[in-house]
Structure formats: C-alpha cells, structure tokens
C-alpha cells in the first residue's frame, strides 16, 4: 500500500514543475555518465520527493529517508546515492541545515 499519490494529478503543482525540471536536467547528462539504471532510479526518487512535498516545497522529517526509499521502490544504498546527487546538483537540501529537519525541494541557481 502506498502512502504517497502516484499521479501528478495528486501532488503539489509546484513540486511536478520541479520533478519535471530534475528529469529535463538528467536528460543533458551523457548516458556514459548515468547508466539507464541509475536514470530510473533516479526518476523514482524524485517522482517520490515530489509526491511528500508541501506547498512550501519542504519534505517534513515525519517522511524518514526508509519510508520514502520504499515508496520509491530503492534500498537505502540506492536512496542515499540519489539523493546526495541531487543535493550536489542544487536540486535539494536539508530543511533547516540539519539532516534531521527533513527536506526541501529546490532549483539550481
């Protein structure tokens, strides 16, 4: 059972906006530098970030790291690597600075 909505439809229009700004991102990245796995994953991940998003694009602390790598369909391995990508990338941040405040959805400057 999912906790989460599956459709855009259902989630906050501003997080699809930023899920759909992450995918257009990914896809300037050579194949050579993220394999087709790694890409579904990945879209996974952010599908699920976008789908426990408020209208303040924050991820409340209650959604933990195993919670939302299991509504994505990732282990923890996978969750922790995908999600370091996106904070390198400027797509994401730790809500308050702390990793413990839960999440925030952003864009790249």
Do not use: C, N, Y
């Not at 997080?15 to 394999?35: E, I």
Request: aromatic share 8%; glycine share 6%; hydrophobic share 50%.
């Amino acid at each position: 059972m999912r906790l989460l909505p599956t459709e855009a439809r259902d989630m906050v229009p501003s997080a699809v906006r930023w899920a759909q700004a992450v995918h257009a991102a990914v896809k300037a990245v050579p194949s050579q530098v993220m394999l087709r796995p790694a890409r579904r994953s990945l879209s996974a991940v952010v599908w699920v970030l976008a789908a426990a998003a408020d209208f303040e694009d924050r991820i409340p602390a209650s959604f933990t790291a195993a919670v939302l790598a299991r509504e994505a369909g990732v282990g923890a391995r996978v969750w922790q690597q995908r999600t370091a990508w996106l904070r390198e990338h400027g797509w994401l941040e730790h809500d308050g600075g702390h990793h413990r405040s839960g999440w925030r959805l952003r864009t790249p400057a």
